[in-house]
């Protein structure tokens, strides 16, 4: 059973999580997110109980993600090798289908919890909790999938969670008195009198302000780690009361739209990255019909039918089997076009044969049973009114078609979110595969553009930025052409994007803007602005609305038009190519094959003895042990656990019968997937950490017991060591195999000019959180976002200069991670210059701005001369410029020269 492999920003998501669990540990929630997010903590509902939440729009793979959270989060905040879980979802459907996953053997969600926790998990349902027995609880990992619907409630004694059961007695009866005070403070956690008063059995009499023996208190005790899916629905008193009952140990919330003033959302998915890592089909070629329904519906039709032709081609091509389908919005019963009448119209009057079409309404089940991605499957067209069925997976969906007005239809996000996932996740052949597909009913581009806009920023978690090259009009994308597959389309022509602005009396000096024009629609005049809208003009239109809530309304449709417009202007929305960079390769000898240049070859010739004494040796790593106080000392940092934190372990890790093997085996089988220790034989691996144990014990004289319990701080630091410790042999070794040229037994370093780094248009994943949002246009960028600039200070001047240099045809603040960004290798990994140009020379620049303070730095000095050396070797098509503030200028200038 294999873990699915995780996409990049699906591993920095988890990354962040595992920082901040880290961090709090040390400082608290509050300021861990602060120091990680760059804002203020939101703590009202829980208090000291962390609650953050991972924003991931539709279709990013919130649940797989929440899958490998657990036991990331088990042992980063929890420090427990047994967690218990509570994943929280918003219906009984998705409650099914969530639990059917995890415990269903060989599926991606239930591997990443099995390979952590093998074949012992224990997945259930609420009604299930009871039949686990009370030893099993601390030794297997216990996830229990329910709805918060179960807990939410005004009265406890109404939900059979929180009631007293009989079925919890042998569990409860062996609990420590310590242990159960953490639920005397919880709401409805105690028998109240007026319990026993309703209580016909007699069985409470004896129990008043004693906690309840029931399935919410058994729960609680255990402090779990509580997951909720689709968070912004639980944003209620109910629902923290609910939550609250629950003891959690930290919250974790998933959603594509949270709720702002309420949500500590510590890390946020863009749409590009979504798009880059081939999870979504992007742009949505958007067609408007303003002759109706009868041309939207005709328009679906013919795509799907050039898109099954194009299917065929790539299938033959070795892309695998691909169906098209088309999911039809109809209208509802009593307007012209319901669901009948439409099969009726596709099949009497556009000659469709009747089985290729399904009607999936509350009424007709046409769905049912049906497997979709089977190649015997007939069905291309799926019509239905208002939302289909929760859970339900159409992979090959392709073409949106709604008959209703798109402003206004209702539940049209799922149907979109349906149509912009990638077919299993993978990039296709043909382009014309690689996108959605939309045919509604509207008079003009960017009317549809916008009520498809606000459809996608407002229900499904994208972002205005994200937005702006989401969409794209038919003409700018043909579904085909004489291209052959994957070849760059020539530049196109696209129109320009138009908002109109309530203008109930626009002022002259508003009409007198260039790009602004009054038009009368439905009886009223509304204005219509074309091109970038500056802020002088943004003035003027808040002018035309009073209210703060329209004023608001305004400025979002400008930061929308703004983004849509820059968008366009953008060289890589315009079909233009960047030019191709080289990676940097290396030869044996004269006449031997040419390789990648990688981190991995270079730790290929490095010699390091992990038995040596400094290396068993942890200086970091301090733990004593006072009573039942346990302090764990971390450089400058102590975390201190208590009595209270054991209550989930398996007593063999407090008890005075553990050995040193034991716990060696224990560190063996958590760490074998480290990526320093990964390459060594379980042999090695094991010789290594027992010589650390024994170092620990011996010379440093920490009992046993206490090492048992600080065993997560010690892998921890283990890891952390050994990787310091590869990296100072990488680093001696990089300096004589690759910076050493004309040394004997340095490699051939060259640029390999026949495997470049391609800059594609489209596929440039920026962390929402990260991105430029200042109002300085930058004019040459070659994508319509920028990554990590922020708005005004030294690198901004940088980039300022390099967007108007003469010498600049355009240029990409360079993204830190492969394969979108583009670096050079290095004793570390990769370094990721801060700017990538194309001269009008058609040589391409590295262009690295550094502040004094890191002019010499033994790392930046290593970038630096591995840049001049990728420069040096290019025969001139490449240049390198090392840029520092004074006489930033000039130093730009000579660079380009």
């Known amino acids: 059973m294999t873990p699915i492999t995780l996409k990049t920003y699906q591993q920095a998501a988890l990354d962040t999580l595992a920082g901040f669990a880290r961090t709090a540990r040390l400082q608290g929630a509050a300021q861990a997110f602060a120091s ?75 591997a990443a919890l099995a390979d952590a926790y093998g074949e012992g998990l224990r997945v259930c349902a609420l009604e299930d909790v009871a039949q686990i027995a009370a030893p099993e609880w601390g030794r297997n990992a216990v996830v229990v999938v329910a709805t918060i619907q179960s807990f939410r409630v005004e009265d406890a004694g109404q939900r059979n969670v929180y009631s007293f059961s009989e079925s919890f007695e042998p569990h409860f009866r ?73 003891n959690p ?26 798009a880059a890592e081939d999870m979504i089909k992007l742009p949505i070629v958007l067609a408007e019909h303003p002759e109706g329904w009868p041309a939207a519906v005709f328009g679906a039709v013919q795509t799907q039918r050039k898109l099954e032709a194009e299917a065929l081609k790539d299938e033959a091509d070795g892309h695998g089997y691909v169906r098209p389908i088309v999911l039809f919005q109809a209208q509802n019963e009593g307007d012209e076009m319901p669901p009948e009448k439409l099969r009726n119209y596709l099949v009497n009057e556009l000659q469709l044969p009747a089985n290729q079409i399904v009607v999936a309404t509350g009424k007709e089940r046409g769905l049912d049973d049906i497997h979709l991605a089977a190649r015997d499957c007939p069905v291309r067209y799926v019509i239905t009114v208002q939302a289909l069925r929760e859970g339900w997976d159409c992979p090959f969906a392709y073409v949106l078609c709604s008959l209703q007005k798109l402003s206004s239809a209702t539940a049209v996000e799922q149907l979109l979110g349906r149509v912009l996932r990638m077919p299993h996740a993978q990039r296709r052949g043909r382009e014309a595969l690689n996108r959605a597909y939309a045919h509604v009913c509207a008079a003009e581009f960017s009317q549809a553009a916008h009520a498809l806009a606000d459809r996608l920023i407002q229900h499904m978690g994208f972002e205005a930025l994200d937005v702006a090259s989401m969409i794209a009009p038919p003409s700018a994308l043909p579904l085909w052409s004489d291209l052959e597959p994957n070849q760059p389309a020539a530049p196109v022509i696209q129109a320009p994007i138009a908002t109109v602005f309530e203008a109930p009396s626009a002022t002259p000096e508003l009409l007198a803007l260039p790009g602004v024009q009054v038009q009368t629609m439905a009886g009223m005049p509304q204005v219509v602005v074309a091109g970038h809208i500056g802020q002088d003009t943004e003035a003027l239109l808040l002018a035309q609305v009073r209210g703060a809530k329209k004023q608001e309304q305004v400025r979002e449709q400008v930061a929308q038009h703004n983004a849509l417009v820059a968008a ?83 007593m063999d890790w407090i008890s005075s019968s553990i050995d040193a093997p034991t716990l060696v085996g224990w560190l063996d089988q958590l760490l074998f997937k480290a990526p320093d220790l990964a390459g060594l034989t379980q042999g090695e691996r094991r010789a290594y950490l027992a010589a650390v144990v024994n170092h620990q014990l011996h010379t440093c004289g920490v009992p046993l017991v206490v090492l ?50 391609v800059f594609e248009p489209g596929r440039y994943p920026v962390p929402v959180a990260s991105r430029y949002s200042g109002r300085y246009q930058f004019g040459k960028h070659y994508f319509p976002v920028l990554a990590d600039l922020k708005d005004g200070g030294q690198e901004f001047q940088c980039a300022q200069l390099i967007d108007r240099h003469q010498r600049v045809r355009h240029w990409v603040r360079n993204l830190d991670t492969a394969p979108c960004g583009f670096g050079l290798p290095t004793s570390r990994g990769r370094f990721y210059a801060d700017f990538v140009a194309e001269l009008l020379d058609g040589r391409v620049a590295l262009l690295e701005f550094k502040g004094a303070h890191l002019m010499n730095d033994p790392y930046e000095i290593e970038k630096r001369q591995v840049g001049e050396l990728w420069a040096r070797t290019s025969s001139n098509r490449a240049v390198f410029g090392w840029l520092s503030y004074e006489g930033l200028a000039q130093q730009l200038d000579t660079a380009l020269a």
Not at 252 to 264: D, G, H, V
């Open 174 to 246: 062996g609990v420590d008195g310590r242990a159960l005070a953490c639920l005397q403070n919880l709401p409805d956690a105690l028998v109240a009198p007026e319990d026993v008063a309703r209580d016909t059995t007699g069985v409470l009499a004896g129990f008043v302000g004693q906690p309840r023996w029931s399935l919410a208190n058994w729960l609680a005790l255990h402090r779990p780690l509580v997951i909720v899916d689709e968070a912004h629905n639980t944003k209620t008193d109910k629902s923290f009361t609910a939550l609250q009952r629950l």
């Open 249 to 274: 140990s930290l919250i974790l919330e998933l959603t594509a739209t949270p709720i702002a003033a309420k949500t500590n959302v510590l890390y946020h998915v863009s749409a590009q990255e979504l």
């Open 36 to 110: 990680l997010a760059g804002r203020p903590y939101q703590a009202d509902a829980f208090g000291e109980v962390p609650c953050v939440c991972l924003r991931v729009p539709t279709g990013g793979g919130k649940t797989v993600l929440a899958a490998h959270a657990v036991p990331m989060l088990a042992r980063a905040w929890a420090a427990v090798d047994a967690p218990v879980a509570l994943w929280l979802v918003p219906s009984d459907a998705i409650r099914t289908q969530t639990l059917k996953a995890l415990q269903t053997p060989g599926h991606p969600y239930r």
């Open 708 to 757: 048992a319990q600080a065993r997560f701080r010690l892998a921890r630091d283990i890891e952390s060591h050994v990787a310091q410790l590869r990296q100072t042999a990488a680093q001696r070794t990089f300096r004589q195999k690759v910076l050493a040229q004309g040394d004997g037994s340095a490699w051939l370093v060259e640029p390999d000019w026949a495997h470049p780094h």
């Open 568 to 650: 366009q202007a953008a060289p890589a929305s315009r079909g233009t190519p960047f030019a191709p960079l080289p990676r940097l390769a290396y030869r044996t000898a004269a006449q031997a094959p040419l390789w990648p240049l990688e981190r991995e070859a270079v730790l290929e010739e490095m010699e390091l003895d992990l038995l040596q004494p400094q290396a068993v040796q942890l200086p970091g790593f301090h733990a004593a042990q006072e009573a039942e106080l346990f302090e764990i000392g971390m450089q400058n940092a102590r975390v201190t656990l208590r009595h209270a934190d054991s209550t989930q372990m398996a």
